[in-house]
């Protein structure tokens, strides 16, 4: 019963391939994230969805693209993998409303490494 | 622009004790949250606190406690009767209040719980 649940955990790819990671919130929340978190354990948002509507894109090359099927749903593609894409990708979810709406409650992390 | 500074890389101290994680951060708004977020080895993130700038009660969870000062820009964390399992990265976060849930983060401190 996973708040916010990401899917594989673990990820090990051979650069130019295509893959997916895929991330689902039983929250109920109205807004999604992706964040890219890297070996120096900076956290940097990627992708934000509020309803299905994208409302934050980062400056991130055009090889991640990000669908959100439903607003419970915010699933990641990433193109021809290269070596600097090997990172901690991180979902999450907000409520987007209410007091507390800005919390941002974060999944398990996703680590792709690219070989 | 806004930045946020966490001045201790690294810190330990022995279990029970109490430990203050110092945050500051730099901002011209007056209208603005603030958290901290734990990150132990499992590498999830997880949220610990959050306050609103516009409260001057400064929040508690159990054995977290912030000391929110806001006209010196300070945000520290103190933690209370420390237990094993606090050893984790914590991280200081900053978010503008309608910055679509933009979080600027803190370096992170890194805190040991010693037996």
């Known amino acids: 019963d996973t708040a916010v649940s990401q899917t594989p955990k673990y990820l090990v790819t051979q650069m130019g391939n295509d893959k997916s990671i895929k991330c689902e919130q039983n929250?109920?929340?109205?807004?999604m994230y992706w964040y890219k978190q890297d070996s120096k354990k900076f956290l940097k948002i990627m992708f934000s969805?509020?309803?299905?509507?994208?409302?934050i894109n980062e400056t991130v090359p055009n090889r991640f693209s990000p669908k959100s099927p439903d607003k419970a749903h915010l699933n990641l593609h990433i193109n021809s993998l290269e070596l600097g894409d090997s990172a901690v990708y991180f979902c999450a979810s907000s409520p987007g409303q209410g007091a507390a709406g800005n919390t941002i409650y974060f999944g398990e992390g996703s680590w792709l490494t690219v070989v | 622009a806004q930045t946020v500074t966490q001045s201790q890389p690294e810190m330990s101290v022995q279990e029970a004790e109490t430990v203050t994680l110092s945050c500051t951060y730099d901002?011209?708004?007056?209208?603005?949250?603030l958290f901290w977020y734990k990150q132990p080895p499992s590498r999830q993130m997880i949220l610990v606190i959050r306050q609103e700038a516009y409260k001057q009660q400064n929040a508690t969870e159990n054995r977290f406690s912030v000391n929110f000062q806001k006209a010196a820009k300070s945000f520290s964390l103190k933690i209370s009767d420390s237990q094993l399992g606090d050893t984790a990265m914590y991280f200081c976060?900053?978010?503008?209040?309608?910055?679509?849930?933009?979080?600027?983060w803190g370096a992170g401190t890194k805190l040991i719980i010693k037996p």
């Open positions: 976060a900053f978010m503008k209040h309608n910055s679509n849930y933009q979080l600027i």
């Open positions: 969805y509020n309803n299905k509507e994208l409302i």
């Open positions: 929250l109920g929340h109205d807004t």
């Open positions: 901002t011209s708004e007056s209208n603005y949250y």
